[in-house]
């Protein structure tokens, strides 16, 4: 990776990567290509990685950076605090201290609450 760490999953097509050198230039191959398969004889490549050349002068073929490391996504965020002297309920009505749901009242949609997280 651009930052030197090491990655934690590879893919890599049998005997790849190998940096093989071109005549030509003499760059070796710092790009991937994913499934080169036939086009240029790699029959078998599908879905699996193979190091290219990185420029249209590299070699008969070239393949632009194609490996992507993602970051994984941000934690979720923390719950909301508790109310003071309650718990919130799994409805989201809230409980008091005295155990009695807090619920706006007879009849409003958190009125069956029953249950605390």
Do not use: H, K
Request: with cysteine; net charge negative.
């Amino acid at each position: 990776w651009a930052d030197g760490s090491a990655p934690t999953f590879t893919n890599w097509w049998s005997g790849e990567p190998n940096n093989y050198a071109d005549g030509a230039s003499g760059r070796g191959e710092d790009c991937v290509g994913l499934g080169v398969d036939c086009v240029y004889g790699f029959r078998g490549v599908y879905s699996q990685w193979a190091d290219s050349g990185c420029e249209p002068t590299d070699f008969d073929y070239y393949a632009r950076s194609s490996v992507c490391q993602l970051l994984p996504p941000p934690p979720p965020s923390p719950p909301p605090p508790l109310p003071p002297g309650g718990a919130v309920c799994i409805n989201n009505c809230t409980f008091s201290s005295d155990g009695d749901c807090d619920d706006g009242g007879e009849g409003s949609e958190f009125s069956t609450c029953t249950a605390c997280e």
